[in-house]
């Protein structure tokens, strides 16, 4: 069954686990977006898992570098998953799948700015990540003739473990489960909605209610 992440673009702890606690009982994972780690730090990861020690607390570091060191940071402080970029060296995914191994806990490779994300999802598979994020991310999301389509195609081609953000509402999100996807990220589908409780409750019953050959 995909399971349904919320992504938490907003600035502070507060407003993060005022929304939180709204979605909680029909979301899967819970994500702090790279603006809100940015502008609290970690303790917002802290403070999130505290409040809900029975979800997966996913910490969207987007790391660069220093794979073991940053993914080991995000872990100690109470992330379950954490994200790489698919663009950086090998050796820096490598590195925070080795500590993840050390904590119990998983890494998630982010597609943002990788050109051919069908091969690069085949590639990183391959040294032990969770899934994978076929990602667009809100910048190209404005672009003329962007569709969530695409990352829906590349999820059936690459035929590995893998997430869609971005697009992803109650209009597609049929299409993300069809299609095989183990995650599907919401972000402003739930938070910009006037009720993000009733948002992610529609989108959980979505999910539920796509069969899956």
């Not at 993060?16 to 940015?38: F, N, R, S």
């Not at 998953?81 to 820096?92: C, E, I, Q, S, Y």
């Not at 919401?186 to 006037?194: L, P």
Request: charged share 20%; hydrophobic share 50%; no cysteine.
């Amino acid at each position: 069954m995909t399971k349904l992440q919320v992504a938490i673009d907003l600035l502070t702890t507060e407003a993060a686990l005022e929304l939180a606690h709204k979605v909680a009982p029909y979301v899967d994972i819970i994500e702090l977006g790279t603006p809100l780690i940015k502008s609290e730090g970690l303790k917002v990861v802290t403070a999130m898992k505290a409040a809900f020690p029975g979800k997966l607390i996913f910490a969207d570091m987007k790391i660069a570098d220093t794979g073991f060191l940053e993914a080991e940071i995000a872990f100690l402080a109470g992330a379950d998953l954490v994200t790489v970029m698919g663009a950086v060296d090998n050796a820096t995914i490598k590195g925070a799948v080795e500590a993840a191994k050390k904590h119990g806990k998983k890494v998630v490779v982010d597609t943002i700015g990788v050109k051919n994300r069908v091969e690069r999802a085949q590639e990183v598979t391959a040294f032990g990540v969770a899934f994978v994020e076929l990602h667009a991310g809100l910048d190209e999301q404005t672009l003329a003739g962007y569709s969530v389509q695409t990352l829906i195609s590349e999820g059936k081609l690459a035929k590995v473990p893998f997430s869609v953000a971005g697009g992803v509402n109650i209009d597609t999100i049929k299409d993300v489960v069809a299609a095989g996807a183990d995650v599907a990220v919401a972000g402003g589908a739930i938070y910009g909605a006037e009720d993000p409780a009733a948002a992610a409750k529609a989108l959980k019953e979505a999910i539920n209610s796509v069969t899956v050959a």
